[in-house]
């Protein structure tokens, strides 16, 4: 167990509705990150908050917004939802944002199925 | 951009045998290397990282890594496989500088089989 946890497990919807995938990162962590997982894709980096601002951009939907709240969860939204964006979401976290060496770990993630 | 190239989609092994899992990586200037492990319906494991220093990387359930700069190579090893070492592995890489975020860049991944 990493000490990141992800809610829901599974999210199943329709096309064009929006939902919301939340992330508590592991106590004393002040960075977030969430990444996509997808079979045609691979695992790609969507975009990272540290203490509550963004840090860093991927390559991030501008139908998708993520925040991270005062209390250090995240959430990430994901609106007009296309069968594409199928995929497993997950959230990882660290200790800081400046330092490289620091390692990310990672939450059991969010299965998200549009249909 | 950085890069990472995991050139096998699934390796197998039988239990006992030594395990490779090969990665090479691009990245401009000093690299962060990174190896996780996803077993079934779980999240990523972080299993090593090399950062600087010693070019032999030791980490969790008796796995190490070599970094080769030379080659811009740093595979994954472990001398004796288990079956419940059959997941899948994900090389990743991150840049020394900070301009470049913390983002790491992940391989495709390579299915590991170990077979009793």
């Known amino acids: 167990d990493s000490g990141v946890t992800q809610t829901p497990k599974h999210l199943i919807t329709a096309t064009g509705q929006r939902v919301t995938l939340r992330c508590s990162p592991r106590s004393g962590d002040l960075s977030v990150y969430w990444y996509q997982q997808s079979l045609d894709q691979g695992l790609q980096f969507l975009i990272q908050?540290?203490?509550?601002?963004?840090?860093a951009k991927g390559n991030i939907l501008e139908r998708f917004s993520a925040q991270q709240f005062p209390d250090l969860h995240s959430e990430l939204n994901l609106s007009s939802l296309e069968l594409g964006d199928s995929a497993l979401y997950f959230c990882?976290?660290?200790?800081?944002?400046?330092?490289?060496?620091?390692?990310?770990?990672f939450g059991p993630g969010t299965r998200l199925t549009v249909l | 951009a950085q890069s990472v190239a995991q050139p096998e989609d699934q390796v197998n092994v039988a239990e006992g045998n030594p395990l490779t899992v090969k990665c090479t990586y691009s990245?401009?200037?000093?690299?962060?290397l990174f190896w996780y492990v996803q077993y079934p319906n779980r999240g990523l494991q972080f299993l090593l990282k090399?950062?600087?220093?010693?070019?032999l990387v030791k980490g969790s359930y008796g796995f190490e890594a070599e970094f080769n700069k030379s080659q811009t190579s740093f595979h994954l090893k472990k001398p004796s496989a288990l079956v419940s070492d059959s997941a899948l592995y994900f090389c990743?890489?991150?840049?020394?500088?900070?301009?470049?975020?913390?983002?790491?860049?992940f391989g495709g991944g390579t299915r590991v089989l170990v077979k009793p």
């Open positions: 990743a890489v991150r840049p020394h500088s900070e301009a470049a975020g913390n983002k790491l860049t």
């Open positions: 908050y540290y203490n509550g601002e963004e840090r």
């Open positions: 090399y950062i600087t220093g010693d070019n």
């Open positions: 990245v401009s200037g000093n690299p962060y």
């Open positions: 990882a976290s660290s200790v800081s944002q400046r330092t490289s060496t620091d390692t990310q770990y």
